[in-house]
């Protein structure tokens, strides 16, 4: 793997991204997870079905004991815990919807 180039910064979910020496097809620069490149270097290529995460939640502990490889599929619990559980009841079963506004006519 190439020593990552240039400048750093932060996408919308909190991970800080890097600029690599990697290009695309298009001839664009490939920015890659930090998360992700460290990952690479200790352990090598990451299957197309296993994605990086951090362990304890926090996006800039990039220390290799914070991270983890698992499959693309993969819940948390508290996800898990959050969605809706099989056999419980809808909270707006049996009402009745009456249009309003514009809608309505």
């Known amino acids: 793997m190439k020593k990552p ?5 932060t996408d919308m979910q909190g991970y800080i ?3 690599t020496n990697e290009y695309w097809p298009n001839g664009q ?6 998360h992700r490149l460290i990952w690479k270097k200790a352990n090598g290529e ?5 994605k990086i995460i951090f362990l304890d939640g926090d996006k800039l502990n990039f220390k290799l ?8 599929k993969f819940i ?3 996800t ?10 809808a909270w707006n ?3 009745n919807y009456i249009a309003g506004g514009k809608s309505s006519t």
């Open 29 to 34: 620069i490939k920015w890659e997870g930090k």
């Open 17 to 19: 991204i890097v600029k």
């Open 65 to 72: 004991e914070n991270l983890a490889m698992v499959d693309l």
């Open 5 to 9: 180039i240039g400048a750093e910064r």
């Open 80 to 89: 898990k815990s959050t969605r809706f559980q099989k056999g419980s009841k």
């Open 93 to 95: 079963k049996g009402t």
């Open 76 to 78: 948390s619990e508290k």
């Open 46 to 50: 990451i299957p197309i079905d296993k």
